[in-house]
């Protein structure tokens, strides 16, 4: 089974740190992918990366950057946190190309994140 | 450009009753449609998938859904609702211009009473 596991399932902190939020894949996936998740919102995608250092900005990438140094595993790094990033944050993964289930996304269990 | 439109940010069911979750998708390429499943307190896992094979869908846990070009629908059924299916569904999209993204929906919060 392909796990994607996520460094924490809580965070708390303070306006203007510098929060890094860290993804693992082991299924050797190329595509990654950094969600957040609001009620009523559904998940709005922040950044995605087809390969390794390559990335491509989403629908919100404000306020957020990301790494991927490495082919297993996907930053997100929000340089100086705001009350208005309080959310859920997943992270997923999956194939690229013409792989059977390439199209499918695996999910992590998501990091709730509050900035007081 | 696609989108997806959950029809319904709630909905109720009693244990054993049809569930019905509605979901209608934009796409200028055939799509790919997804639905997936949240449980409390986890991330997102498959339900099932078309992929532009049989229209008729089915997915884990007793639930399919029904590919209609014509009404641009999606739409998750389960002939008997059970307690355990209490839960949040997202439907999904992906295009083929969009390679490796997909759009997801707001959301439908399924709840189940006994």
């Known amino acids: 089974d392909v796990k994607v596991t996520q460094s924490s399932r809580y965070l708390v902190k303070r306006t203007g740190e510098k929060v890094f939020l860290e993804c693992v894949q082991d299924?050797?996936?190329?595509?990654m992918f950094w969600y957040r998740q609001d009620p009523g919102l559904g998940l709005r995608l922040i950044y995605f990366?087809?390969?390794?250092?390559?990335?491509e900005k989403g629908d919100i990438p404000e306020g957020y950057s990301v790494s991927r140094e490495k082919k297993e595993r996907f930053s997100l790094i929000l340089e100086s946190a705001s009350t208005n990033q309080t959310s859920m944050y997943l992270c997923?993964?999956?194939?690229?190309?013409?792989?059977?289930?390439?199209?499918?996304?695996?999910f992590g269990p998501g990091t709730r994140l509050t900035v007081l | 450009a696609q989108s997806v439109t959950q029809l319904g940010s709630h909905v109720s069911v009693s244990e054993g009753a049809l569930v019905l979750l509605r979901c209608n998708y934009s796409?200028?390429?055939?799509?790919?449609l997804f639905w997936y499943v949240q449980y409390p307190n986890q991330g997102l896992q498959l339900l099932l998938k078309?992929?532009?094979?049989?229209?008729l869908v089915k997915g884990i846990n007793g639930f399919e859904a029904e590919f209609k070009k014509s009404e641009t629908s999606f739409h998750l059924t389960k002939p008997s609702a059970h307690m355990s299916d209490a839960a949040e569904y997202f439907c999904?999209?992906?295009?083929?211009?969009?390679?490796?993204?997909?759009?997801f929906g707001d959301g439908t919060t399924l709840t189940v009473k006994p």
């Open positions: 997923a993964s999956s194939l690229s190309g013409l792989a059977e289930n390439s199209d499918t996304q695996y």
């Open positions: 299924m050797d996936h190329e595509n």
């Open positions: 990366s087809y390969d390794v250092k390559m990335k």
């Open positions: 796409s200028s390429v055939p799509p790919y």
């Open positions: 078309y992929t532009s094979a049989a229209t």
């Open positions: 999904a999209v992906k295009g083929g211009t969009n390679a490796g993204k997909s759009t």
